[in-house]
């Protein structure tokens, strides 16, 4: 993970790269969490529940009346997600937008007691955000990582998959676009088996 100090086209903060390993088992969302899920999370009070919200208590950013954008007087407070009104961002089964770290965690939160309640989640597991290395390895695709990523141009893929039958179509690597880094910084819950 990260890059080689020689390494001129990244940002200091990802130097040095170094290997993390990764030995546990876990399981990591294939889609990120919709628009309609996150506002079950909202609809059930979540933003006014403090039990899901002690990593923003403690930043300062959460009180009664809900969550605090800042940590400043008179910044806004939250008590549903901003939500998207127009075009296919404010779609139903969407990626949510335009949510905080905080109020991301705070749905990993409520999401692990509302799927143990219902028995869809075993004690002691927990629903969480993955942390870097285990996003990392979850889109180099699980067990055997390659050493270094290997570029493949779109047109070799779309040939590829023509040749065994499959209609090409344009393909994203896991957070990426043609202009770099994608806007949606989709939320994709992590469960993890406890040790």
């Known amino acids: 993970m990260g890059a080689a100090a020689a390494d001129h086209d990244v940002f200091d903060w990802e130097k040095p790269g ?39 208590k403690a930043a300062g950013l959460w009180t009664v009346e809900g969550f605090r954008v800042a940590n400043e007087p ?43 309640e219902r028995g869809w989640l075993a004690p002691g597991w927990s629903i969480r955000l993955p942390n870097e ?17 290997r570029p493949t141009r779109l047109a070799d893929l779309a040939s590829a998959r023509k040749m065994a039958g499959v209609q090409p179509r344009p393909t994203l690597w896991c957070n990426a676009s043609s202009h770099g880094e994608t806007p949606l910084k989709a939320i994709s819950p992590t469960i993890v088996n406890p040790r």
Request: charged letters at 15%; hydrophobic letters at 40%; proline letters at 10%.
């Open 133 to 149: 290395p285990e996003w990392e390895k979850a889109a180099r695709g699980g067990e055997s990582l390659p050493e270094q990523p």
């Open 74 to 116: 008179g910044a806004t407070v939250l008590t549903r997600p901003i939500e998207m009104t127009a075009g296919p961002f404010s779609l139903p089964n969407h990626p949510v937008m335009m949510v905080s770290w905080y109020e991301a965690v705070a749905y990993t939160h409520w999401l692990t007691e509302l799927a143990q």
């Open 18 to 56: 170094g290997w993390y390993d990764v030995t546990y088992a876990y399981w990591i969302g294939v889609h990120p969490v919709s628009n309609a899920q996150f506002l079950a999370f909202a609809a059930a009070e979540g933003y006014t529940d403090p039990r899901w919200w002690p990593e923003a």
